[in-house]
């Protein structure tokens, strides 16, 4: 892409606006593991964006191939998912 292309940031943006969205709730007091888990569904909203849309309505999320962008965002939203799901677990009483 040369720098005269306009570069579509809809898609980039839903992303950015979930993960504001998960840390403005948790910084509002919502518990950590639900904040987390909006930030991790909003990468993974953003992985599914990715795979469906073209490379040029993609936007600021093509950065690699198609693939490898939408396991990179799959792979950190499931993260953030499980991770704030394993936070509810009580492993032993303190």
Known sequence: ??????????????????????L?????????????????????FGSLIRVTVSDRRAGALAVRGRRMDALTLAAFGAALVIGSLLMLLRLHDS
């Open 1 to 22: 892409m040369t720098t005269s292309e306009s570069t579509a940031w809809g898609p980039w943006l839903l992303v950015a606006a979930g993960a504001a969205a998960g």
């Open 24 to 44: 403005g709730a948790i910084g509002l007091g919502v518990p950590a593991p639900a904040g987390g888990a909006i930030m991790g569904f909003g990468f993974l």
